[in-house]
Antibody, heavy 123, light 109 residues
Framework: EVQLVEFGGGLVKPGGSLRLSCTGSGFTFSSYAINWVRQSPGKGLEWVSSISPSSSYIYYADSLVGRFTTSRDNSMNSVFLQMSSLRAEDTAVYYC????????????????WGQGTLVTVSS | EIVLTQSPGTLSLSPGERATLSCKTSQSLDSSYLAWYQQKPGRAPRLLIHGASTRASGIPDRFSGSGSATDFTLTISRLEPEDFAVYFCQHYGGSPLFTFGPGTKVDIK
């Protein structure tokens, strides 16, 4: 069974930092790009970051460059999102989602999502 | 940046009825880069359609996608009770890498 499980959410004060983890199982983790997508309470979906299977390519939403850092450890089937200088507007459920890549390309959709972890930024 | 606009915002229908959801884009797209997701309350999004018209694995055939250029449609031929949810369209490419529409909520009339 395919699973993606996010860890690390919680309550953090403005200006603080938090590290999220996403662990996958039931599929060949090293063949997938992993993306972070967030959803503010009652709102829509916002893409945050993407990391390629071998970490060669890492992309961020323009508004998050410099504050968020994505990394992965394929030996642990895990991807990490380090978030710093957090603001109230970063409050959201953070989902990780996978995207299949073969030798030619990565496919342009997210074929499975984790259940998400809630990050609340508040004093 | 491509902007996705979905309509209507809410669609109130009865089980068994047909649902037609629209996703319009601010620029003409390669349809292979358009996908649809379903999200139920408190749950993660689920991929329904990719490449504008290809059903994802395990998706019932009452779901179909169509469209090209700037106009895309998700159709649910006969609504089942489990289909009442929010539906998002998504475009891949450029910056940001993934862009989502604001969603259409399909609720029970």
């Amino acid at each position: 069974e395919v699973q993606l499980v996010e860890f690390g959410g919680g309550l953090v004060k403005p200006g603080g930092s938090l590290r999220l983890s996403c662990t996958g199982s039931g599929f060949t983790f090293s063949s997938y790009a992993i993306n972070w997508v967030r959803q503010s309470p009652g709102k829509g979906l916002e893409w945050v970051s993407s990391i390629s299977p071998s970490s060669s390519y890492i992309y961020y939403a323009d508004s998050l460059v410099g504050r968020f850092t994505t990394s992965r450890d394929n030996s642990m089937n895990s991807v990490f999102l380090q978030m710093s200088s957090l603001r109230a507007e970063d409050t959201a459920v953070y989902y990780c989602a996978k995207r299949y890549c073969n030798s030619d390309r990565c496919y342009p959709y997210l074929d499975f999502w984790g259940q998400g972890t809630l990050v609340t930024v508040s004093s | 940046e491509i902007v996705l606009t979905q309509s209507p915002g809410t669609l109130s229908l009865s089980p068994g009825e047909r649902a037609t959801l629209s996703c319009k884009t601010s620029q003409s797209l390669d349809s292979s880069y358009l996908a649809w997701y379903q999200q139920k309350p408190g749950r993660a999004p689920r991929l329904l359609i990719h490449g504008a018209s290809t059903r994802a694995s395990g998706i019932p055939d009452r779901f179909s996608g169509s469209g090209s250029a700037t106009d895309f449609t998700l159709t649910i031929s006969r609504l089942e009770p489990e289909d009442f949810a929010v539906y998002f369209c998504q475009h891949y490419g450029g910056s940001p890498l993934f862009t989502f529409g604001p969603g259409t909520k399909v609720d029970i009339k």
